[in-house]
């Protein structure tokens, strides 16, 4: 397998209520922090509509990428669920009941039943309806789902989870550890900053394209505050967050450059824990 730095992580977070703010996403801040627990970091992520259309696009252009993918959402069995479906549309291939899927079901279903022999008889209609959570693309492998026991599936270096984060937070660190434990802490990575107070972008920019290209491999990045009273002092009043990032052991070089080069552009330079 290809070194971490070769490799990009991706997320997608789809349902229409994060777009329509019914719900708020909680699945990105988690991506990270399982991420950088490991060594690793996120390289881009997209929020995408129980659209089925929208979703197979969305899927054919990652499968195409060679990125590690996490998706979350969209793989029930309700009418805007649309994940299973669109991944098999993606990859052209058919959606079956996975076996092991079919098993972990059936003792869900029985164990919810609590003995009753009723709602434990699998031909009942809605039991055969949970049957279709277990539907995977062929090639799927399942994902073990500790919270309820149906599982979510992986393909082609997809990850597919439930939209719930106390389903999908174990079900991603679990992904991570049991399939990309090699690509873990291959990066020494760094990220360091200083704050710019009334500080111009389009003049420290010039400086900004000079750091990255004296020091290879290392990003340079800005993000503007129109001010933050609650945090008070220097983050009060307007100002910018000037950094670098990349391997720790060029950063530190990195950032004294684009120290020194702010403070001789007229900036005042404050350091922050």
């Not at 076996?99 to 919810?112: C, D, E, G, H, V």
């Not at 391997?247 to 330079?269: Q, S, W």
Request: charged fraction near 25%.
């Amino acid at each position: 397998m290809a070194r971490e730095e070769q490799r990009r992580f991706g997320l997608i977070v789809i349902g229409d209520e994060i777009l329509s703010g019914r719900r708020s996403d909680k699945h990105l801040s988690k991506m990270i922090e399982l991420l950088s627990e490991r060594g690793l970091h996120l390289s881009w992520a997209r929020y995408v509509a129980d659209d089925p259309n929208q979703i197979t696009q969305t899927l054919k252009e990652t499968f195409a990428s060679g990125d590690v993918v996490f998706s979350t959402g969209g793989i029930g069995a309700t009418p805007d669920d649309h994940t299973r479906q669109a991944t098999a549309r993606a990859l052209g291939v058919d959606l079956n009941l996975h076996p092991q899927a079919k098993a972990l079901i059936t003792a869900r279903i029985i164990a919810s039943a609590e003995g009753d022999p009723i709602k434990a008889d699998l031909n009942r209609p809605e039991n055969q309806h949970r049957f279709k959570m277990g539907e995977f693309p062929v090639g799927s492998e399942i994902i073990p789902n500790p919270y309820n026991q149906i599982p979510g599936f992986r393909i082609h270096e997809h990850h597919f989870f439930p939209g719930f984060p106390v389903m999908a937070a174990p079900m991603m660190a679990w992904c991570l550890d049991e399939h990309y434990r090699e690509l873990f802490h291959q990066t020494n990575w760094l990220e360091q900053s200083f704050i710019v107070p009334s500080g111009i972008e389009s003049t420290l920019t010039p400086l900004m394209e000079s750091v990255e290209s004296e020091f290879e491999g290392i990003k340079v990045f800005s993000l503007p505050s129109v001010g933050d009273p609650i945090r008070g002092g220097v983050f009060a009043k307007r100002h910018i967050e000037l950094g670098v990032k990349g391997d720790a052991d060029i950063v530190p070089m990195a950032l004294e450059k684009l120290k020194l080069g702010t403070a001789d552009l007229g900036f005042e330079v404050f350091i922050h824990q």
